[in-house]
């Protein structure tokens, strides 16, 4: 059979498993993987991927996904062109395949400051941006506070820059969904590197502390419903250390679900449905999953 995907510059590899690209480490394979080396190539493949009626899923960081099914093609920005960063005064300018790491060291290495409460989070900046990842700690701070505008791809491969006027942001929700994010730029702020590391470093605390930052997980499971806290109620049901096979409820954080080891979506799927039905008998509220199931 020949590679539908001939041309295509960058590397491609066949049933490829999917979870060591997933922070949960669980998941099902890809028919294809694909990580185009320019966004020529990226639109190379989107127009190839649409000429075979193909739905491709873009990666990320993989920090919040859970993968049921085979993946007919999946997409990583992990090229060198997906993960630049420049800065012209404040404004910083990141490719979507960046770690949300090293987006925050880069601009450390700038004085820049303004994403210290990302710090913590695994994933990249394109699914940071997607999510509008944030925090509720010591108050609200998300992702997308903080774009000047950004560059997209939509599924026929037409470029767009978008500006800030454009993006709508909600909790961890954007209208970005359906796009392909390539490069992002944020506007932040000069500030002295020390109070920038400091500040990073409270986060980084505040997180580890409380979160199950060590397990294989992908981070909070569900979403937390109007003025409450998912882990909160979770935990109120008793149910921090229930598990389905080796997926378990955190101890430490009780919206946290970790792979031991050797997890299957199902049991990960089955685990939520047993907490979602608890939380709904116990307290009305049906929680809603946080993380992207495909
Ligand atoms: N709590 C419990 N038991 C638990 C966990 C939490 O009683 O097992 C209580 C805490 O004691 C606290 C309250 O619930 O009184 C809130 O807990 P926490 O400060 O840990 O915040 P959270 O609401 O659980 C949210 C975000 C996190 C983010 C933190 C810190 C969501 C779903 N979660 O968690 O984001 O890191 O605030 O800002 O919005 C994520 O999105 O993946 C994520 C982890």
Same mark, same amino acid.
């Given at each position: 059979?020949?590679?539908?995907?001939?041309?295509?510059?960058?590397?491609?590899?066949?049933?490829?498993?999917?979870?060591?690209?997933?922070?949960?480490?669980?998941?099902?394979?890809?028919?294809?993987?694909?990580?185009?080396?320019?966004?020529?190539?990226?639109?190379?493949?989107?127009?190839?991927?649409?000429?075979?009626?193909?739905?491709?899923?873009?990666?990320?960081?993989?920090?919040?996904?859970?993968?049921?099914?085979?993946?007919?093609?999946?997409?990583?920005?992990?090229?060198?062109?997906?993960?630049?960063?420049?800065?012209?005064?404040?404004?910083?300018?990141?490719?979507?395949? &960046?770690?949300?790491?090293? %987006?925050?060291?880069?601009?450390?290495?700038? @004085? $820049?400051? /303004? =994403?210290?409460?990302? *710090?913590?989070?695994?994933?990249?900046?394109?699914?940071?941006?997607?999510?509008?990842?944030?925090?509720?700690?010591?108050?609200?701070?998300?992702?997308?506070?903080?774009?000047?505008?950004?560059?997209?791809?939509?599924?026929?491969?037409?470029?767009?820059? &978008?500006?800030?006027?454009? %993006?709508?942001?909600?909790?961890?929700?954007? @209208? $970005?969904? /359906? =796009?392909?994010?390539? *490069?992002?730029?944020?506007?932040?702020?000069?500030?002295?590197?020390?109070?920038?590391?400091?500040?990073?470093?409270?986060?980084?605390?505040?997180?580890?502390?409380?979160?199950?930052?060590?397990?294989?997980?992908?981070?909070?499971?569900?979403?937390?419903?109007?003025?409450?806290?998912?882990?909160?109620?979770?935990?109120?049901?008793?149910?921090?250390?229930?598990?389905?096979?080796?997926?378990?409820?955190?101890?430490?954080?009780?919206?946290?679900?970790?792979?031991?080891?050797?997890?299957?979506?199902?049991?990960?799927?089955?685990?939520?449905?047993?907490?979602?039905?608890?939380?709904?008998?116990?307290?009305?509220?049906?929680?809603?999953?946080?993380?992207?199931?495909?």
């Amino acid at each position: 059979m020949k590679n539908w995907l001939e041309g295509l510059k960058g590397k491609v590899s066949f049933n490829e498993p999917l979870a060591k690209y997933t922070t949960f480490r669980l998941g099902a394979c890809a028919k294809l993987l694909a990580e185009p080396k320019t966004p020529d190539d990226l639109i190379f493949l989107l127009s190839r991927a649409r000429e075979k009626d193909i739905k491709p899923l873009v990666i990320g960081g993989g920090s919040n996904l859970l993968i049921k099914n085979k993946v007919p093609l999946a997409i990583r920005l992990s090229s060198q062109e997906f993960t630049r960063f420049s800065v012209d005064d404040e404004m910083a300018k990141a490719g979507a395949g &960046l770690s949300i790491y090293a %987006l925050i060291r880069k601009a450390l290495e700038n @004085n $820049l400051g /303004g =994403l210290e409460f990302l *710090s913590g989070i695994p994933g990249t900046v394109g699914g940071a941006v997607m999510m509008n990842a944030g925090v509720s700690w010591p108050e609200k701070k998300e992702a997308g506070d903080f774009i000047e505008e950004l560059e997209v791809l939509d599924k026929n491969g037409n470029i767009s820059i &978008l500006k800030k006027d454009s %993006l709508r942001f909600g909790y961890r929700s954007s @209208n $970005l969904e /359906g =796009l392909i994010l390539t *490069s992002v730029v944020f506007r932040l702020e000069k500030k002295p590197r020390a109070r920038i590391t400091e500040e990073i470093k409270d986060f980084w605390d505040y997180r580890n502390e409380r979160q199950d930052l060590r397990g294989f997980s992908a981070g909070c499971v569900f979403k937390n419903p109007d003025g409450d806290s998912a882990g909160r109620l979770i935990d109120s049901c008793g149910l921090k250390g229930a598990k389905i096979g080796d997926a378990v409820v955190s101890r430490k954080h009780a919206n946290f679900i970790i792979n031991r080891g050797k997890a299957k979506p199902a049991d990960v799927l089955r685990l939520m449905q047993i907490i979602q039905r608890k939380v709904y008998e116990k307290h009305g509220v049906k929680l809603e999953p946080e993380i992207k199931i495909v």
